[in-house]
């Protein structure tokens, strides 16, 4: 487990505070945007901008709000295609998935707008001659930082929670992926939100840091790596600042010989590939039943070859190139270092063949077999097209190995058997157990990790804990003298 806060040399490598944002296109490495980084002092007219929008925010009426965030779901469906068209050429995005993800946005954008009218407190039991009840308040100005891959979606998903319960946020895009959220502060602006509800920062990750420092700033939304999310939740910690944390993952995928074993092939490969495998909860640990592991690992591998990858804006294509060099690499070495400690490249492993010379950062579906739980492949998070494959031999040993991980995001179970299904979901350590489908997200659905998945949770009703402080009042309704400890006085 890595505990130190001290910069590895590949982050110390990394862009500074002041140096400009350039936004690579990973399909042709081309230049797509030059962007400054948001200096100290805009940082701080940003945050005193919220300030005052929130306010005005929070003092709408509930039916106010949700019409304005009605209005942002119409213009974020209607700007879907140009959304999805920036995400595809800062990230390699397929511009399909891009396409639904955006109408998915919306559709986040529609829940909050029937939920932010609906934040109640309670009435409380008292004793007589007292009334108790409580308050939702919003905490004041969130800081929401995001990763690169699902950059529009994120920057609705992630904004709205803060948002609907009263919020204003400042929000940080990944330095590989910030015009989407740009376009989004403009719609929120087109939508009605208040100048300086909804703003976007822009730099690297020190920019982050000090978004999520900001005395102004009173909560925060991570998503991002495990090293990230470490250094975020300390400085929540030092600011006394609510924080939700969605981190990595290596989520495991457990097949028994009484699935529908092609329903699960399918499954697993989109669950693996979709986002060229960039997906936190992809299910990348794959343990297969001893008995059919040599027949599944042939169906997998038979129909990896199917997959179509090439160009993100091909509308035939499903699998597109990984967002950067630095991610190429790093899942290269990953598969290099599987093979040296033992494990077979089953497939893939490489560029394919038909993209052999071009330029873009091309990952064949890959499918390493013969994995063991100590090789990094399986302990590691590799955001990359790569499914590591091992065996089990009874239920008891499929959770034991499911378990064995620092991560908790996902899980994914395929079986017939509806008992197995319940009592292994009971057993797993992770924030969110499928059965028999693969990732299953949606905007009423909860979805947070466990251990070092991430803390607290995003979606459905469970984000308004992390958006939301509980004021508690007392009246004292009796009117008889004031009831004193204290006779004589
Ligand atoms: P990352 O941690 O490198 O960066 C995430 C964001 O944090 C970026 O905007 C970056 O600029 C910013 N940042 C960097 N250092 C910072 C600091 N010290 N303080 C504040 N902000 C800082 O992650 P990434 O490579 O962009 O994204 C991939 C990771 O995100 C993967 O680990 C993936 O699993 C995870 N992820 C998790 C979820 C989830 O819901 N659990 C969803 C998507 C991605």
């Known amino acids: 487990m890595t505990t130190t806060l001290e910069a590895t040399p590949q982050q110390a490598a990394l862009p500074g505070r002041d140096d400009d944002v350039v936004v690579v296109n990973p399909t042709t490495g081309e230049t797509v945007a030059t962007l400054a980084p948001t200096s100290a002092a805009d940082l701080d007219e940003a945050v005193a901008r919220a300030k005052v929008a929130q306010r005005t925010w929070r003092s709408m009426s509930g039916d106010a709000r949700s019409q304005v965030l009605w209005r942002w779901s119409e213009l974020i469906e209607a700007h879907g295609e140009e959304l999805a068209t920036l995400d595809s050429r800062c990230t390699g995005k397929v511009l399909r998935d891009g396409l639904s993800e955006n109408k998915n946005a919306a559709r986040y954008a529609r829940w909050w707008a029937g939920r932010t009218d609906k934040l109640f407190g309670e009435q409380l039991e008292d004793a007589a001659g007292r009334f108790s009840y409580t308050i939702r308040e919003p905490l004041g100005i969130f800081a929401v930082v995001l990763p690169w891959n699902a950059p529009a979606l994120g920057s609705v998903s992630r904004t709205l929670p803060p948002l609907g319960c009263g919020n204003a946020v400042i929000v940080k895009p990944s330095e590989f992926s910030p015009l989407s959220a740009l376009r989004m502060a403009e719609l929120a602006l087109e939508a009605g939100m208040p100048e300086g509800l909804y703003q976007v920062v822009t730099g690297h990750g020190a920019v982050g840091a000090e978004l999520v420092e900001h005395e102004g700033v009173d909560g925060i939304s991570f ?60 299910n990348s640990r794959l343990l297969v039943h001893e008995s059919i592991a040599e027949e599944f690992t042939a169906k997998l591998i038979e129909r990896a070859a199917r997959v179509k ?39 893939g492993g490489g560029r394919p063949v038909h993209l052999a010379e071009g330029k873009g950062l091309f990952i064949a579906p890959t499918i390493i077999t013969g994995v063991s739980a100590d090789m990094s492949v399986n302990r590691e998070e590799v955001f990359g097209p790569v499914l590591a494959v091992g065996t089990f031999s009874t239920e008891e040993e499929a959770v034991a190995q499911a378990n064995d991980s620092e991560f908790g ?60 402080q509980v004021k508690r009042i007392t009246i004292r309704t009796g009117d008889g003298p004031l009831p004193s400890p204290w006779p004589g006085v």
């Not at 790093?330 to 494990?343: P, Q, R, T």
């Open 223 to 282: 998503t991002g790596s495990v090293t990230t999310g470490r250094r975020v939740n300390l400085a929540a910690a030092a600011g006394f600042k609510k924080a939700t944390l969605e981190l990595g993952g290596k989520s495991p995928v457990v097949v028994f010989p009484d699935a529908d074993l092609d329903d699960a092939a399918l499954g697993i490969l989109i669950g693996i590939l979709m986002n060229a495998g960039q997906i936190c909860a992809a």
């Open 309 to 347: 990858v090439g160009d993100p804006m091909d509308p035939e294509t499903q699998v597109g190139p990984v967002v950067c060099q630095r991610q190429y690499d790093k899942v290269m070495d990953f598969i290099a270092s599987a093979e040296a400690e033992g494990a077979t490249v089953s497939a």
């Open 409 to 468: 995001l996902a899980s994914y179970i395929w079986t017939s058997d509806g008992a197995r299904i319940h009592r292994m979901a009971e057993q797993i350590e992770a924030g969110v157990v499928h059965a028999n489908t693969y990732l299953v997200m949606d905007v009423q659905l909860p979805f947070g990790g466990f251990k070092q998945s991430g803390v607290s949770n995003a979606f459905g009703n469970e984000a308004i804990e992390a958006c939301t």
